[in-house]
């Protein structure tokens, strides 16, 4: 994608390289969410090529559901911020580039906060389970263990691959795929070492961002609506007017706490029918709804497709996975 791109490219983008259903929040689906050239280029059934470099156009959010991998990232440019696994991190490349990586171990919710005129250029290699089993053997055990982010050192020919991946044409010939695939094993062989020495890892912890007073009040409204206190009881606890907290609510997440509470509701059913196996009936109850046609008007109105579309696409893709 090269120019100007909406929120509609993006995700459309995502489900064709990486099966990622992504949602911006609050915008519509034709809004501009950035000017550049966002790159997701699959190398294999294993590793997936994500190269950035653009100019973010609105103060917002996207929100995707990560699956087991570990995505190694060389932030060149920018401010990048996200939270996964319900942790906050901020890596900023203003004073020099930064390397970092996302263990993933299970199926994650994973938000991506975007700001508006913020320039990002960056680089991120998405590897399979699978890949680091057949190369990593026993070591892949002590990698393996819980989701977590680690901060890598970052050597001066790590950075000039990263620039070099960059320059990789969105539709490569033969001979540019596999000069690419050159280049990605070289870059692996710089942060891998690293990632498999625990002893030299820099786990990163939660970070709160430069208004840590806002983050603060932010994270303690999502900690007190998930807790399933109402909007009145929140803006008592928190001593604020009712409408102060919406309005800082929605200038924070770009929607109503209510929209929220019911966004998180219908994760938490998406989760449970991914991973736990829940049927349709015990999702739409675990999301608070008495009726399942609510639920599943509600869920395809979030997500694009109905819980059972969304279960059988998976199954189909896990299927396909192991026959292959």
Known sequence: MEGNISNAELNNKLLLASGLNCRINGFDIEQLIAIGRLSFLPLSDDLQLHTC????QQQTSSCAELQPSVNITVLLKGVVEFRVAN???????????????????????????LQKHQEVEKVTLSVSPRWLVARLSQQYQSLFTTTKVIEL???????????????????PSLAERLECEGVVMQWL??????????????????????????????????D?????????????????????????????????????????????ARHALLVEGLSIGEAAYLAHY????????????????????????????????TSG
């Open 53 to 56: 470099q653009c100019i973010e």
């Open 87 to 113: 942790k906050y991190y901020r890596f900023s490349a203003e004073n020099a580039p930064q390397a970092f990586v996302n263990l993933i171990t299970q199926p994650e919710p994973f938000t991506r906060y």
């Open 153 to 171: 050192p970052l050597q001066t020919k790590a950075i000039s691959l990263s620039q070099q991946l960059l320059q990789t044409p969105k539709q």
């Open 189 to 222: 062989s710089c942060f891998l070492p690293h990632l498999i020495d625990s002893s030299n890892q820099s786990h990163v912890m939660y970070k709160q961002p430069f208004h840590s007073d806002i983050e603060v009040k932010k994270n303690k409204i999502i």
């Open 224 to 268: 007190l609506l998930s807790e399933g206190k109402s909007v009145e009881q929140v803006a008592l606890e928190l001593a604020m007017s009712l409408s102060s907290l919406q309005r800082f609510f929605k200038r924070s997440f770009n929607t109503t706490p209510k929209q929220y509470v019911k966004q998180s509701k219908l994760n938490k």
């Open 290 to 321: 008495d009726h399942v046609a609510n639920f599943i008007a509600a869920f395809k109105k979030q997500f694009g497709v109905t819980p059972m579309q969304f279960v059988k696409a998976h199954r189909s893709d896990t299927l396909g996975a």
